[in-house]
């Protein structure tokens, strides 16, 4: 059975997460807390396999718990109803993160992403700027974490030479000439990773400047791999602002 703590303040969102996750065959909620001290409390004692856990709590945040845990839990899915909130304190190892109002499949995603993670027992990443810093930095990461359903690769931002977006996919290129399939939007990384190292120079491009080798006709950017990026025409002139700054 997957033990599972939920700490959540609101009452209606826990009883939401609560009816889902007993529809689960194989899940078991162990407790919950609204507050921060019975939050350390439970997960301490109750020692959870994955924990559902509302950043924003009126005590605190989610990060007043973390720091003051004996051990950090490797299995979090944060809830949240901010999006960029979100984006910043998951940075970047978290098991998932939920909006709310919590979709049902997502959560189903996101247990399935931790059986696939307990049966494979891949390498994982503990800890990876997971701290109250994560929510005021806007710093590019030296890694990142990719969330398929299959499982969770950590790859170096600085091997990514561009993300493509698809509908509700992005594919991410690699400089290995591998490439990664995300069930996530292109807008989730271009919050998270931002101008000036990476530029989004069209609404199905996001690009990183280290790759790229030079513009033609101000229409395309050649990439090292001689790969043409288009530029939209709304995005033009702040690509070239920020690749030939004015002094």
Known sequence: MIKIAIIEDETAIRKEVSYLIEQETDTQIIGWSADITNAIKLIE????????????????????????????????????????????????????YLLKPIDHIELKEALERY???????????????????????????????????????????QDIIYCKGEGPYTFFFLNNGEKELISKLLKFYEELLSAPNFLRTHQSYLVNRKYISCIKQSEYLLLNNNEEIPISTRRKSFILNQLFPVK
């Open 45 to 96: 004692e109750k020692n959870p396999d994955v924990i559902l856990m509302d950043i924003q709590l009126q005590d605190g945040t989610a990060f007043n718990i973390l720091k003051n845990l004996k051990t950090l839990p490797e299995n979090i899915i944060f809830l949240t109803a901010y999006n960029q909130f979100a984006i910043r304190a998951i940075k970047y190892g978290a098991l998932d």
């Open 115 to 157: 059986r696939r993670k307990k049966e494979n027992n891949p390498q994982w990443m503990k800890q990876i700027s997971l701290s109250e810093h994560s929510l005021e930095s806007d710093a590019i990461p030296e890694t990142i974490a990719l969330n398929s359903i299959n499982n969770v690769r950590i790859i170096k931002v």
